[in-house]
């Protein structure tokens, strides 16, 4: 199952519906301002798979953020042995977190935002794990039971400001700097293991599989909570593969006008446009 956020005018003001995607029609699923909400409601998964609401076209809907306002985005730092080799890291003993906050989030389609004060914007393509069950101290053999599913996020990056000291957050959670989405395929349609790319311009940058995370879903979801409980829409950024900017030999980084493609197979894909902030 496919569940989305969907932006629908109302006047000169904007509102959101959750919505089941089934081929090319979106069903709202009454009673839902977004997915977020739906996964804090008991039995959503029957929920939505009874719906049957109004109904709109899924080409060339206006997307935004699968889940809006997570209460927690945890990331994964150095999940990637291709990725751990390429910064000149060793692989970590033990998961590396840091956190975004919802107001980074953009949605799939949106376009991305160079900010003034940066000029080093790079890419992190990023499997993500929603959560759809409350628990904390989860043992790992139970973490899939409270995995909702995943979907797709590019963990977009200012390096000149990740960089500025070894705490990272001020380089990963810049305003409206993160696309997210297009949907929530839950767990019994996705396991880690399809090929996750990023391509800027056509030209792909990262192509590896996501079944070759140093931690799985599953421990990091049973890792995470150990420290904080989990609550549904939560989401954990599992980290990103070898192919980013910033290790390239010239750096390169996202510039105005270019075309940022995220992609997952089974989950979708991210296409965002860069400009520049106004």
């Known amino acids: 199952m496919k569940l989305l956020t969907l932006r629908l005018a109302a006047g000169e003001n904007t ?30 998964e029957a929920t939505a798979r009874a719906a049957a609401g109004a109904t709109h076209p899924a080409e060339g809907a206006d997307l935004a953020p699968v889940v809006p306002s997570p209460g927690k985005i945890i990331c994964v730092g150095h999940n990637y ?13 033990f998961p590396t977190l840091f956190a975004k906050y919802a107001e980074s989030l953009i949605g799939p389609n949106d376009d991305l935002a160079l900010p003034q004060e940066s000029d080093a914007v790079d890419w992190e393509a990023e499997l993500a794990v929603v959560i759809g069950k409350k628990g904390r101290r989860i043992p790992e053999a139970d973490a899939a039971d409270h995995i909702a599913g995943y979907a797709v996020l590019n963990d977009v990056s200012m390096r000149d400001y990740q960089f500025r000291t070894i705490q990272w957050l001020q380089g990963k959670t810049w ?15 996705f396991s880690t293991g399809p090929l996750m790319t990023s391509a800027v311009d056509g030209e792909i940058q990262q192509s590896t599989p996501t079944g070759d995370l140093v931690f799985t879903p599953e421990f990091l979801v049973s890792y995470i909570s150990t420290i904080i409980t989990l609550n549904p829409g939560d989401v954990i950024a599992t980290g990103t593969p070898g192919g980013v900017g910033h290790a390239q030999d010239p750096k390169r980084y996202l510039q105005e006008g270019q075309l940022l493609v995220t992609t997952i197979e089974g989950l979708g894909q991210l296409k965002n446009r860069v400009i520049k902030e106004a």
């Open 175 to 189: 305003e409206k700097s993160t696309p997210f989405g297009p949907a929530l395929v839950t767990r019994d349609e």
């Open 81 to 93: 042995r291709n990725h751990i080799k390429e910064m000149g890291r060793e692989v970590p003993e």
């Open 15 to 44: 509102v959101t519906k959750a919505v089941r995607q089934d081929g090319g029609t979106l069903t709202e699923i009454d009673g839902f301002a977004d997915v977020g909400e739906l996964l804090r409601s008991e039995g959503w």
